[in-house]
């Protein structure tokens, strides 16, 4: 029986970017597969960038946060966090593309058989054109870094031909 739920993945952690009320990062654990997730910890950095050039703004964040078991009857709460100086001037400057919100860190786990799962983490939020597909330039999403420049480049580009601010 260990050998088949070894491996299988008990939790993820997913982020976003909360508008109303609070304008702050948020991030919730997600449960996932068969068996409980133990010491479920997400260590992370946060800060807002310009784009296209990446200068970081303000003063980056750093938190963790924990949860000792997430299970299938666990109802994790979000937890979110405030960014230096993000208001709602700022996040319009984040829906027009000259801004961003980077996150880094490591997501860690215990598949409850004394396996740690470890994930590194580095994640742009990207906003794209209201009310398109992601194909047309929409976007509103935390994106991997691996990829982000590409994506990135595929909205402004596509902005620029809709004419979008």
């Known amino acids: 029986m260990r050998q088949q739920l070894v491996g299988t993945q008990a939790a993820t ?10 304008n702050a990062l948020s991030v919730l654990f997600d449960y996932r597969g068969v068996v409980a997730a133990r010491d479920v910890r ?10 296209p050039d990446f200068a970081d703004i303000e003063t980056p964040i750093s938190h963790t946060v924990y949860m000792p ?14 960014l230096p100086g ?23 786990y215990d598949n409850g058989f004394g396996d740690v799962q ?4 580095c994640m742009y ?3 794209g054109i209201p009310n398109r597909t992601e194909a047309e330039g929409g976007a509103n999403s935390f994106y991997p870094c691996d990829d982000f420049y590409i994506r990135m480049n595929n909205v402004l580009k596509a902005k620029r031909e809709a004419k979008v601010p």
């Not at 997400?42 to 784009?51: E, G, L, Y």
């Not at 470890?118 to 983490?121: E, I």
């Open 118 to 121: 470890r994930q590194n983490v």
């Open 13 to 22: 952690v997913t982020l976003g970017v909360s508008i109303y009320p609070n």
């Open 69 to 82: 078991t997430l299970g299938q009857n666990s109802f994790p709460p979000g937890s979110e966090y405030s």
């Open 42 to 51: 997400f260590v992370f950095h946060a800060v807002r960038k310009t784009i």
């Open 125 to 127: 939020w990207l906003s």
């Open 86 to 108: 993000f208001t709602p001037s700022v996040l319009e400057a984040i829906r027009r593309t000259e801004q961003t919100v980077m996150v880094t860190g490591e997501f860690s």
